[in-house]
């Protein structure tokens, strides 16, 4: 069934447990999303990013209508989510084809600058009736970024200014710099236990990590502990994916494209049941 974002996040942060939140490129993705879910009998989320549609020549629509179909048919609760979004026009394109909730990025700008945009952005999109989450402190090594930025873990959010970015703008969550970086491909990163403690006590929004394909087992399952309740995942699904097709091209494939994408979203699958186990995403919001 179609979720909201909101109501799989406040069921679980009230356990301080939290939902994965994994991107999805093709519609194998969003397939494997859901299938990986519906074994874990766990809600989850599917997130589309900006990049991502950059990808499929601009356009959000065929992608995001085909994704909020596999999440009706879904046997768990999946919401549809608008991943990084810097782009005003493609937030505004969000409204109406199945997508409850958007992250607006900005977080990229100085303070008061990512202040003042969130805060209009929050405004719009809470009147078009959707929820938002917006970044304070930016986790580094997203597609496109200098090479400065490509892993970035020294980057941490100020509790003091989360507080008040937060009661400022309105936001619904927030994602926070605690020591990851997006697009690891090895799972290295050392998270800021001391510093999520404080920025949980200073917000009562919930937080969310991204960047967590870096992150090993251990720390997330402490992160979430923590107060993290949202837990962002794209590289992890797309090693699988990657791996599974070189496998199966290196064994000799035949020109059909469907054998070795069925075999791509099994595996993808199998890490969505996986990483949802280690997030202990509650029975509640099942
Ligand atoms: O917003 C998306 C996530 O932060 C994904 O990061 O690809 O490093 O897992 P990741
Ligand atoms: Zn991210």
Redesign the pocket.
């Given at each position: 069934t179609l979720a909201a974002t909101g109501e799989l996040l406040t069921a679980a942060a009230d356990q301080h447990r939290a939902v994965a939140a994994f991107?999805a490129i093709t519609l194998e993705h969003a397939e494997a999303i859901a299938e990986g879910a519906e074994a874990a009998e766990a809600p989850v989320i599917i997130?589309i990013?900006e990049n991502a549609v950059k990808y499929h020549g601009g356009r959000l629509l065929p992608l995001a209508r085909a994704t909020a179909e596999v999440a009706k048919e879904a046997a768990v609760p999946v919401a549809l989510h608008l991943?990084?979004v810097k782009s005003t026009a493609l937030l505004r394109q969000a409204a109406d084809c199945g997508i409850g909730s958007v992250m607006y990025d900005a977080a990229h700008l100085p303070y008061e600058r990512n202040l003042a945009e969130t805060r209009d952005a929050v405004r719009w999109a809470h009147e078009n009736g959707l929820w938002v989450e917006a970044e304070l402190g930016q986790?580094g090594?997203k597609n496109g970024e200098p090479p400065l930025d490509a892993h970035a873990p020294g980057a941490r959010t100020d509790p003091g200014e989360a507080r008040e970015f937060a009661a400022a703008t309105g936001v619904d969550a927030l994602a926070v710099a605690i020591g990851s970086s997006?697009?690891?491909t090895s799972r290295t990163a050392r998270l800021d236990h001391d510093l999520l403690a404080r920025l949980h006590a200073a917000l009562d929004v919930p937080l969310v990590l991204?960047?967590?394909?870096?992150v090993p087992d251990e720390e997330l399952t402490r992160a979430v502990a923590g107060g993290i309740t949202k837990v962002?995942?794209?590289?992890?699904l797309n090693i699988a994916m990657t791996t599974a097709v070189r496998t199966r091209l290196a064994a000799g494939a035949g020109s059909d494209p469907r054998p070795y994408l069925a075999e791509a979203r099994q595996a993808m699958a199998a890490t969505v049941t996986r990483l949802i186990g280690v997030l202990n995403t509650p029975a509640a919001a099942r």
């Amino acid at each position: 069934t179609l979720a909201a974002t909101g109501e799989l996040l406040t069921a679980a942060a009230d356990q301080h447990r939290a939902v994965a939140a994994f991107n999805a490129i093709t519609l194998e993705h969003a397939e494997a999303i859901a299938e990986g879910a519906e074994a874990a009998e766990a809600p989850v989320i599917i997130q589309i990013s900006e990049n991502a549609v950059k990808y499929h020549g601009g356009r959000l629509l065929p992608l995001a209508r085909a994704t909020a179909e596999v999440a009706k048919e879904a046997a768990v609760p999946v919401a549809l989510h608008l991943d990084h979004v810097k782009s005003t026009a493609l937030l505004r394109q969000a409204a109406d084809c199945g997508i409850g909730s958007v992250m607006y990025d900005a977080a990229h700008l100085p303070y008061e600058r990512n202040l003042a945009e969130t805060r209009d952005a929050v405004r719009w999109a809470h009147e078009n009736g959707l929820w938002v989450e917006a970044e304070l402190g930016q986790v580094g090594g997203k597609n496109g970024e200098p090479p400065l930025d490509a892993h970035a873990p020294g980057a941490r959010t100020d509790p003091g200014e989360a507080r008040e970015f937060a009661a400022a703008t309105g936001v619904d969550a927030l994602a926070v710099a605690i020591g990851s970086s997006h697009a690891m491909t090895s799972r290295t990163a050392r998270l800021d236990h001391d510093l999520l403690a404080r920025l949980h006590a200073a917000l009562d929004v919930p937080l969310v990590l991204h960047g967590s394909s870096g992150v090993p087992d251990e720390e997330l399952t402490r992160a979430v502990a923590g107060g993290i309740t949202k837990v962002n995942i794209g590289t992890a699904l797309n090693i699988a994916m990657t791996t599974a097709v070189r496998t199966r091209l290196a064994a000799g494939a035949g020109s059909d494209p469907r054998p070795y994408l069925a075999e791509a979203r099994q595996a993808m699958a199998a890490t969505v049941t996986r990483l949802i186990g280690v997030l202990n995403t509650p029975a509640a919001a099942r």
